[in-house]
């Protein structure tokens, strides 16, 4: 839109512009006392000036207001206030009915896994220093042995996610060397990450073998040569293949590598450290199934169904892991103080715990009861449809969650949602901007014509309660939405 208007229109307008506050008035007025003893005067000089600014600018507008008053600059100024001081990393609540939500951050912490990265983020640590040798030391070793005890492996190196530990281990054992995989396994994960990228990226010359659907061990032997540095697997972990389907096992996968003298590495992506069947939920691999059938090295991520902090970790053999340490790349990908004491905090509950699966916010939102969630949409129906009154209707639905991170893509959970619907599509969608627009946004899913809050992860303690609160809000919200 154009800032000035015809000078004719304009002329009585400016008028208007000359009676905008001083900057120094508006900072020692007494209606805006609490919010400068609250956030400062610099961050309230920021939020009037900027309140100015776009006064001035409404104001050379052909439709500029005709009238100005102290209080809706107040107003303003207060609400940019907020706006400004509010934190980009600021709470929300994931009602997409996925849980474990790459785009909102994944697993949510342990409370020991929190009281970790505290301790570590407020004093020095003992972080590559050897406390009894009084010398210095390997980071890694705060989570190594309890990475190899979960594991069974012989040992252990953690990176800053599990697409930098694909990278690492293939840059380390493969490359400048054939790196065979199975055609049915080229994963794309997202963003830029495909396996035939990422061998290219490690300078392996990728080899594929078998077909879409079926790959046979006699595909790997036929492709092995003078050539070959690794024999890779991939867990599909975002689609499934089904029907006429085959796969090589990874014990004889390893035998095949082993045989021929190069290393079997298993990117499992998510990797469950508890048995998933019994806590009721769809299978899941487990690292030590894998260094059981014989990986030289196993990478999965700590924030998906691990639900620990972002983390890429690879346990396998000591030969290979020590190559993965003393590569170069390793320094570039390493992890922070916080992630490793948050990623041991979490890998101690596994080991001493007993029920993971209540102590670890993520198991704890996956083993949820469906009559229990369903209950939960019952009680807080009411209040939802009292706050949508004239703008949506509001039923509870039966719904399927999903687990997430392209974690057992095919499996659901039963659950119930929240379910509104509204006289158009444009209003759907600004119910849904005006959901985000909350204190603490909640972030739903438009599916079939309606928006629907899948409460699996809206926790029954705190949670519930600060979403029952902030209800009196979404009116408000409606109307700036
Ligand atoms: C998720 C996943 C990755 C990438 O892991 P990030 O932790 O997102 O870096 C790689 N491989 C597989 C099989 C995955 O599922």
Same mark, same amino acid.
């Given at each position: 839109?154009?800032?000035?208007?015809?000078?004719? !229109?304009?002329?009585?307008?400016?008028?208007?512009?000359?009676?905008?506050?001083?900057?120094?008035? =508006?900072?020692?007025?007494?209606?805006?006392? !609490?919010?400068?003893?609250?956030?400062?005067?610099?961050?309230?000089?920021?939020?009037?000036?900027?309140?100015?600014?776009?006064?001035?600018?409404?104001?050379?507008?052909?439709?500029?207001?005709?009238?100005?008053?102290?209080?809706?600059?107040?107003?303003?100024?207060?609400?940019?206030?907020?706006?400004? @001081?509010?934190?980009?990393?600021?709470?929300?609540?994931?009602?997409?009915?996925?849980?474990?939500?790459?785009?909102?951050?994944?697993?949510?912490?342990?409370?020991?896994?929190?009281?970790?990265?505290?301790?570590?983020?407020?004093?020095?640590?003992?972080?590559?220093?050897?406390?009894?040798?009084?010398?210095?030391?390997?980071?890694?070793?705060?989570?190594?042995?309890?990475?190899?005890?979960?594991?069974?492996?012989?040992?252990?190196?953690?990176?800053?996610?599990?697409?930098?530990?694909?990278?690492?281990?293939?840059?380390?054992?493969?490359?400048?060397?054939?790196?065979?995989?199975?055609?049915?396994?080229?994963?794309? #994960?997202?963003?830029?990450?495909?396996?035939?990228?990422?061998?290219?990226?490690?300078?392996?010359?990728?080899?594929?073998?078998?077909?879409?659907?079926?790959?046979?061990?006699?595909?790997?032997?036929?492709? =092995?040569?003078?050539?070959?540095?690794?024999?890779?697997?991939?867990?599909?972990?975002?689609?499934?293949? !089904?029907?006429?389907?085959?796969?090589?096992?990874?014990?004889?996968?390893?035998?095949?590598?082993?045989?021929?003298?190069?290393?079997?590495?298993?990117?499992?992506?998510?990797?469950?450290?508890?048995?998933?069947?019994?806590?009721?939920?769809?299978?899941?691999?487990?690292?030590?199934?894998? #260094?059981?059938?014989?990986?030289?090295?196993?990478?999965?991520?700590?924030?998906?169904?691990?639900?620990?902090?972002?983390?890429? #970790?690879?346990?396998?053999?000591?030969?290979?892991?020590?190559?993965?340490?003393?590569?170069?790349?390793?320094?570039?990908?390493?992890?922070?103080?916080?992630?490793?004491?948050? =990623?041991?905090? !979490?890998?101690?509950?596994?080991?001493?715990?007993?029920?993971?699966?209540?102590?670890?916010?993520?198991?704890?939102?996956?083993?949820?009861?469906? @009559?229990? #969630?369903?209950?939960?949409? @019952?009680?807080?129906?009411?209040?939802? @449809?009292?706050?949508?009154?004239?703008?949506?209707?509001?039923?509870?639905?039966?719904?399927?969650?999903?687990?997430?991170?392209?974690?057992?893509?095919?499996?659901?959970?039963?659950?119930?949602?929240?379910?509104?619907?509204?006289?158009?599509?444009?209003?759907?969608?600004?119910?849904?901007?005006? =959901?985000?627009?909350?204190?603490?946004?909640?972030?739903?899913?438009?599916?079939?014509?309606?928006?629907?809050?899948?409460?699996?992860?809206?926790?029954?303690?705190?949670?519930?309660?600060?979403?029952?609160?902030?209800?009196?809000?979404?009116?408000?919200?409606?109307?700036?939405?």
């Amino acid at each position: 839109m154009s800032e000035t208007g015809s000078p004719k !229109t304009n002329f009585a307008k400016t008028d208007l512009r000359r009676h905008l506050p001083a900057v120094a008035s =508006l900072l020692a007025h007494p209606a805006l006392q !609490t919010a400068r003893a609250r956030h400062g005067e610099r961050a309230l000089t920021r939020a009037i000036r900027e309140t100015l600014a776009a006064w001035r600018h409404r104001l050379a507008r052909p439709d500029a207001p005709t009238t100005l008053d102290d209080a809706s600059l107040i107003d303003e100024i207060v609400e940019r206030l907020g706006r400004l @001081t509010q934190s980009n990393a600021r709470a929300v609540f994931n009602l997409t009915g996925t849980v474990i939500h790459t785009n909102l951050g994944r697993a949510p912490l342990a409370e020991s896994a929190i009281d970790a990265v505290v301790q570590a983020a407020r004093h020095p640590i003992a972080l590559e220093y050897d406390l009894e040798a009084g010398r210095r030391g390997d980071r890694d070793r705060l989570v190594e042995e309890l990475l190899a005890e979960l594991t069974g492996a012989e040992a252990a190196t953690v990176v800053n996610n599990n697409a930098a530990a694909v990278l690492l281990g293939l840059t380390a054992l493969g490359a400048g060397r054939e790196a065979i995989i199975s055609r049915g396994e080229m994963i794309e #994960i997202g963003g830029a990450f495909r396996m035939p990228d990422v061998m290219t990226a490690a300078g392996c010359r990728l080899v594929e073998v078998g077909a879409t659907n079926r790959t046979h061990a006699r595909d790997f032997q036929q492709a =092995l040569s003078e050539a070959s540095g690794i024999i890779v697997k991939a867990h599909t972990s975002n689609y499934a293949v !089904t029907g006429f389907t085959s796969s090589v096992a990874e014990r004889e996968l390893a035998e095949i590598a082993h045989a021929h003298g190069i290393p079997f590495m298993i990117d499992l992506g998510s990797g469950a450290l508890t048995d998933f069947r019994a806590l009721d939920l769809p299978h899941e691999s487990q690292p030590a199934e894998a #260094i059981a059938a014989g990986a030289d090295l196993v990478t999965f991520s700590g924030d998906k169904l691990l639900g620990g902090p972002q983390a890429g #970790i690879v346990v396998g053999k000591r030969e290979a892991i020590d190559r993965l340490k003393r590569h170069p790349l390793k320094r570039a990908l390493r992890c922070d103080k916080l992630t490793l004491a948050a =990623l041991e905090a !979490t890998l101690r509950l596994y080991r001493d715990s007993d029920a993971p699966e209540r102590d670890l916010p993520a198991l704890r939102l996956l083993t949820r009861r469906d @009559t229990e #969630i369903a209950a939960q949409a @019952t009680r807080l129906a009411p209040a939802v @449809t009292a706050a949508l009154e004239g703008i949506a209707s509001v039923r509870v639905e039966a719904c399927r969650s999903q687990l997430g991170s392209g974690s057992l893509p095919v499996d659901r959970l039963d659950s119930h949602a929240l379910v509104m619907r509204a006289a158009s599509g444009r209003a759907l969608e600004r119910l849904e901007r005006a =959901l985000r627009g909350l204190p603490r946004p909640v972030i739903g899913r438009l599916h079939d014509e309606a928006l629907w809050l899948d409460l699996r992860c809206l926790a029954a303690d705190a949670d519930e309660a600060a979403f029952a609160a902030q209800l009196e809000a979404l009116p408000r919200c409606w109307e700036a939405a």
